[in-house]
């Protein structure tokens, strides 16, 4: 059997008494208001119709077909019968073309199948001229190309001894500047002050003047080079141009030379190949003469043939003009006719339109009035949403004070008390049952108090 305890210690958590009144009363009325009962919205939800728009839909619904329309529809079916001729017999447009066929003219005059020709055929000329092969042409040569002065040219021609000179100016600097150093810090140790504010800021300055006078030594020191060696450059330049010049103006006087030669040459060919041309042209001359006599012989026959063709054929064009007036009298008769039914059409047509503009207007009409009525709804169904969205502000209110409220609290900083019993007496077995259960209940309240 265990020993029966000795002492007992009871641990009791709760919250602080100026912060526990507030957390009681918000748990009770978080719980009222839980049990609050569902409250429906009693009021009216969607507005009605207005009156215009009922009247305006009920418009529309009656609305039928225009009477000018069906006018117009009896007037297009009368407008559509056959045409009829000049004597008021219905014909279609067939009929008008069979009236009329062109007679079979067969002119009087065909012209010779080979055509008129000439018997003249030219002859074969002298060869022609055909120039020598001259001297080769002058071709100019290729001087090599002088690029921009870059910096790979400028480091070629730049002496090495402008450096050295700039090297040793920036060492003396140096020099002169690590004695000004030891002068600052053996002044700022006579005045106690080494290491200070004051010695920094000499030694920066002292340090900013060597930098300056470095840069400028060296900046004047490439300057110098750069400048020297783009004038051996130029120098350099200059002197292989001029090469280049005497070398072509050497080749250019050899080419002069052997054109001379060629162009003496040539003039002799061409005096022998005019006199040739010359010849042939005077019996070409002849010839031609001789066969224009002919051409005009030819040309009188065939003359006279035409002219007996034309007389036929201005017979044959009278009995056409004849039979194609006959044709027209009853075409006449037949345009008269569509053109009164076209002025049938045109009327069906206005009516039609008329018909058709005024059921638009009416439309039109109905449609203004029902989008009156439905701004006028709008404006009703406005009221009854504010109304609604009036009630359900009212439902929250009480459940965004508690959230407020809630949230608050959250704020506030409240840490958990904790009290410590410890009883020395044995207790009985009931005592023991008893403590564990206040134990239990104590941490329970704690916890829900701390949630």
Excluded: H
Aim: aromatic share 8%.
């Amino acid at each position: 059997m265990a020993e029966a305890p000795t002492s007992s210690t009871v641990y009791q958590t709760s919250l602080p008494e100026y912060a526990e009144p507030y957390f009681t009363r918000l748990l009770q009325r978080a719980e009222t208001e839980s049990l609050q009962d569902y409250q429906p919205y009693t009021g009216k939800r969607l507005a009605d119709f207005t009156t215009a728009e009922k009247e305006a839909m009920e418009s529309l619904t009656k609305l039928g077909k225009p009477t000018e329309i069906s006018a117009a529809s009896a007037l297009a079916a009368t407008a559509g019968t056959l045409p009829k001729d000049a004597l008021g017999k219905e014909i279609t447009s067939l009929g008008i073309a069979q009236q009329y066929a062109p007679g079979q003219f067969t002119a009087g005059y065909t012209a010779p199948s080979g055509g008129i020709t000439s018997s003249y055929t030219a002859g074969t000329g002298p060869a022609a001229y055909s120039a020598g092969e001259g001297p080769a042409a002058y071709q100019a040569g290729t001087l090599g190309a002088v690029g921009p002065f870059t910096a790979d040219i400028a480091s070629r021609y730049m002496t090495p001894y402008q450096e050295a000179v700039t090297s040793a100016a920036v060492r003396e600097i140096e020099k002169g500047a690590e004695r000004s150093r030891t002068g600052i810090s053996q002044a700022a140790a006579q005045a106690g002050g080494r290491g200070g504010y004051r010695e920094a800021l000499e030694r920066s300055e002292l340090q900013r003047n060597v930098l300056e006078n470095v840069g400028d030594v060296t900046a004047k020191g490439r300057a110098a080079a750069y400048e020297s060696a783009m004038q051996q450059y130029e120098r350099d330049r200059q002197a292989q141009m001029a090469g280049f010049q005497t070398q072509e103006q050497a080749r250019q006087a050899a080419a002069a030379s052997g054109l001379a030669g060629y162009q003496a040459r040539e003039q002799a060919r061409q005096a022998a190949a005019a006199s040739g041309l010359a010849g042939f042209q005077a019996q070409e001359a002849a010839r031609q003469q001789q066969a224009q006599f002919g051409l005009a012989a030819q040309q009188a026959t065939e003359a006279q043939r035409l002219a007996s063709s034309e007389l036929a054929a201005r017979q044959e064009a009278a009995r056409e003009q004849a039979r194609q007036q006959a044709t027209q009298f009853s075409l006449a008769g037949m345009q008269q006719d569509t053109s009164a039914r076209a002025q049938q059409l045109a009327a069906a047509q206005t009516l039609s339109n008329i018909g058709q503009t005024t059921q638009a207007m009416d439309i039109e009409r109905l449609m203004q009035k029902e989008a009156a009525g439905q701004r006028a709804r709008s404006m009703n169904q406005a009221s009854l949403d504010i109304g609604y969205e009036d009630f359900l502000r009212e439902q929250g209110f009480t459940k965004d004070q508690l959230g407020f409220y809630s949230n608050i609290l959250r704020g506030v900083p409240v840490s958990p008390q904790q009290t410590v019993s410890t009883f020395q007496a044995q207790p009985s077995l009931f005592q023991s049952v008893l403590g564990a259960g206040l134990s239990g209940l104590g941490l329970y309240n704690a916890l829900k108090k701390g949630g």
